[in-house]
């Protein structure tokens, strides 16, 4: 079975350009999560959907922040317009339901110049 | 929120030692979770276990939810478990994982 699938795997850009991460949680699994992680602060959950729908975005930085899960197969953090201080590993995780093992993705290493 | 603490910070190994690492949080539990983060920065699943234990070749852990802390076991250590080790939990009726900071695993030949 696929597991979740995020995209890009890296991405470098320049501060000021847009940034958008792509994530396929597990096919079933109606909860699904945003995370980011820094040396500074670790593991940070950004927002959790369930169902399709934001529940709780209390972790999102900024503005600058925001999510969106339009389908159940598809979810998009974006980032407009990105600081160099957003410069962290993101992952996407899925699971079957609130309170079950989350799956993580493999992460995108964002870099903003 | 609730805390999560692990130990030790950090360990070295030589290849064929046993180690145990462990995790204290604060508050009851729903769901804890060990992860291994390996060198490439994937978080490996390696147990789900809020309470009880398993075993998973060379590992094991066990879970004491009434006294709030988790043991994950490592028997004959190989230089691929080399890595950082993460406890996650959420409180009862909580989805929020609150990490721990890991334990770094350094196996060496």
């Known amino acids: 079975d696929a597991g979740v699938i995020q995209s890009p795997r890296h991405e470098v850009t320049e501060m000021g350009q847009e940034v958008t991460l792509r994530c396929k949680p597990i096919?079933?699994?109606?909860?699904l999560f945003w995370y980011r992680q820094t040396m500074m602060r670790g593991l940070e959950l950004l927002i959790y959907?369930?169902?399709?729908?934001?529940?709780?975005d209390s972790g999102m930085p900024e503005d600058r922040f925001s999510a969106k899960m339009p389908n159940a197969s598809f979810s998009t953090l974006k980032i407009q317009p990105s600081e160099p201080r957003d410069s962290a590993v993101y992952f996407c995780?899925?699971?079957?339901?609130?309170?079950?093992?989350?799956?993580f993705g493999d992460g995108t290493r964002l870099s903003i110049l | 929120g609730i805390q999560v603490e692990q130990s030790p910070p950090d360990l070295i190994l030589q290849e064929g030692a046993n180690s145990t690492l462990r995790c204290n949080f604060s508050?009851?539990?729903?769901?804890l979770q060990w992860f291994h983060q390996n060198p490439w920065g994937q978080l490996i699943n390696l147990f789900y276990?809020?309470?009880g234990t398993k075993q998973n070749g060379r590992l094991s852990a066990t879970t004491v939810a009434t006294e709030r802390y988790s043991l994950l076991y490592i028997s004959s250590s190989q230089t691929t478990d080399s890595g950082v080790y993460f406890c996650?939990?959420?409180?009862?009726?909580?989805?929020?994982?609150?990490f721990g900071k890991g334990t770094k695993l350094s196996v060496i030949p």
């Open positions: 508050d009851s539990v729903n769901n």
């Open positions: 096919s079933g699994h109606n909860s």
């Open positions: 996650a939990v959420s409180g009862a009726g909580s989805y929020q994982l609150t």
């Open positions: 959907f369930n169902n399709n729908v934001p529940i709780d």
């Open positions: 995780a899925s699971s079957f339901s609130s309170n079950q093992p989350q799956h």
């Open positions: 276990i809020p309470s």
